[in-house]
């Protein structure tokens, strides 16, 4: 334990976000980096306990998180890198975008504010990647069995890192012109920088690891051709199938997928090719977001960015409490409102609508009508009703929909492997993640549903590990 009265002398400090006004006018990242010496003294407000909530209950990959906040506070930056990454493959990514379940889990926050446990995870992995700690691991020599992973996103990639360390020649496929899945072209700039993401390819490269782009697996290349190439596959294709608002007027043109808008940006700030026919741009547009989670909001900072006139957010559910509600008492990750960085730089958020149709002119989108719910509970389940007379128009000219993802879709990979899904249309996988097919198998979203980066990397890593016991 670093000090032991540090979690009473010492306040929680966030390092914070650039200036509103000044963060707007770009992509940059918006979140500060901690600064040392306030990281020295947060990692001093770590109690230690003795049974570490943040570590086996919160953190998704059992980040071993007392110990490395105990060598941080006496300055032993490689002895807290061996720790952190004894857990987390790439906590670059998570110390940038995780939503911490891991402090919302932390004991200071029972009656206190909880450690900061996020930034202290990227303090760590910066000040390595600084100090040229970071240096590649290949193996010390391979086996005669080849693996290919599918998919380059946060599971893909986990799952990559795994298997070379193990001794298994890897070759990662992926459709798109660069990799990292989502963490390069769904989550923002402003998010997460991609000199990141590159930073990190490289390093993987340099490990022996094979990365091969513009390929898509059951269309460009067939399943046929992998199994006969590869002793064992593992699938880290992602949950990408966006869910659809199926109401009048859904094929006005101004109607567009979330996905579409947030790749388009991402591409555009990398110097990706943008067929002009498909731009899309929030510019001088009134925008209404459909849906309330993170994408939503991403959307929002995005709109705001590209000179949105406004821009207004519509949820479904009611607005939750702004303190942790009773149901979700700690150290479960609590139901209470959540206001991104997006959401302080503007517009506006409504709760509790559904919307009804789409009206247009000459097939072009004017507004959208919408109603707002009324939530009571019934049979122990929250139910919406139309609150009559209370139907309302919002003029739009742009419709982002932000509902969520049904699934993998990528028909042709899955009908081609002959792979079996689960009730809810996720790829079905036994207890060591290995599909119906023998020595292939899924991680990732692909397996779980659409989820978080931290939960990706770790069902990526659980699929390695399958895959490695079926190896070996
Ligand atoms: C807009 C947005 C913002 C998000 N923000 C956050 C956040 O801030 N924090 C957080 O924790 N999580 C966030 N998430 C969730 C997180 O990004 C995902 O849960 C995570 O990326 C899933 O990882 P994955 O590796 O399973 O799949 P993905 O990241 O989706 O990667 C799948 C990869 O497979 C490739 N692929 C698919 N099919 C084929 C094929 N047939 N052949 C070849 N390649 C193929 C794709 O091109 C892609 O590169 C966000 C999600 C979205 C959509
Ligand atoms: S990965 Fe996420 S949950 Fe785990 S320690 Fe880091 S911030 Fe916390």
Redesign the pocket.
């Given at each position: 334990m670093g000090k032991e009265t540090g979690f009473l002398d010492i306040e929680r400090k966030d390092p914070g976000y650039r200036a509103k006004d000044e963060r707007i006018k770009d992509y940059r990242a918006v979140e500060n980096m901690p600064d040392e010496d306030d990281i020295y003294d947060q990692a001093a407000r770590c109690m230690d306990c003795g049974i570490p909530f943040c570590h086996d209950y919160g953190c998704p990959l059992v980040n071993i998180i007392p110990e490395f906040n105990d060598r941080v506070y006496h300055g032993d930056w490689q002895g807290a890198l061996d720790i952190l990454l004894a857990t987390s493959s790439f906590p670059e990514f998570t110390g940038r975008?995780?939503?911490a379940p891991c402090e919302e889990a932390c004991v200071d926050g029972i009656n206190g504010e909880p450690v900061t446990i996020r930034q202290i995870e990227l303090a760590i992995i910066e000040k390595a990647f600084e100090k040229g700690l970071m240096k590649p691991e290949p193996p010390p020599f391979y086996h005669a069995q080849k693996v290919a992973v599918?998919?380059?996103?946060?599971?893909?990639l986990a799952a990559a890192l795994m298997i070379n360390r193990a001794g298994y020649k890897v070759t990662v496929?992926?459709?798109?012109d660069k990799p990292?899945?989502?963490?390069r072209y769904?989550?923002p700039d402003f998010?997460m920088e991609k000199n990141v993401v590159e930073r990190r390819i490289r390093l993987m490269e340099q490990e022996g690891i094979a990365f091969e782009q513009n390929?898509?697996?059951?269309t460009d290349i067939s399943t046929r051709y992998l199994t006969m190439h590869f002793d064992a596959i593992c699938l880290?294709?992602?949950a990408?199938k966006p869910r659809d608002l199926d109401i009048p007027g859904r094929n006005l043109i101004g109607i567009f997928f979330?996905?579409d808008f947030?790749t388009q940006q991402n591409k555009r700030i990398s110097k990706e090719m943008i067929s002009p026919s498909t731009e899309i741009s929030a510019a001088g547009k009134n925008v209404v977001v459909i849906g309330g989670g993170?994408?939503g909001s991403?959307c929002i900072g995005t709109s705001l960015r590209q000179g949105a006139k406004n821009v207004t957010q519509l949820e479904i559910l009611p607005k939750p409490p702004a303190q942790r509600a009773d149901q979700t008492p700690w150290p479960m990750w609590p139901n209470k409102l959540r206001e991104s960085h997006a959401h302080k730089e503007g517009g506006s958020r409504r709760w509790s609508v559904s919307t009804k149709a789409f009206l247009g002119e000459n097939g072009v989108l004017k507004k959208i009508r919408c109603v707002e719910l009324e939530w009571s509970q019934k049979d122990g389940r929250m139910v919406p009703q139309e609150i009559k007379g209370s139907e309302f128009d919002i003029e739009t000219d742009m419709v982002l929909l932000a509902m969520g993802f049904t699934g993998p879709g990528?028909e042709s990979?899955v009908n081609s492997f002959g792979l079996e899904t689960d009730a809810r249309g996720n790829i079905k996988v036994d207890e060591s993640m290995m599909t119906n097919i023998q020595g292939v198998f899924a991680g990732?979203?692909?397996a779980r549903g659409?989820?978080?980066?931290?939960t990706?990397i770790y069902s990526?890593k659980q699929a390695a590990k399958g895959l490695i016991n079926y190896l070996s």
């Open positions: 975008v995780c939503p599918i998919g380059s996103g946060p599971a893909g496929y992926d459709e798109a990292g899945g989502l963490l769904g989550i998010k390929v898509l697996v059951g880290t294709c992602g990408r979330a996905m947030l993170d994408t991403d990528n990979l990732g979203d692909m659409q989820s978080l980066v931290v990706a990526g």
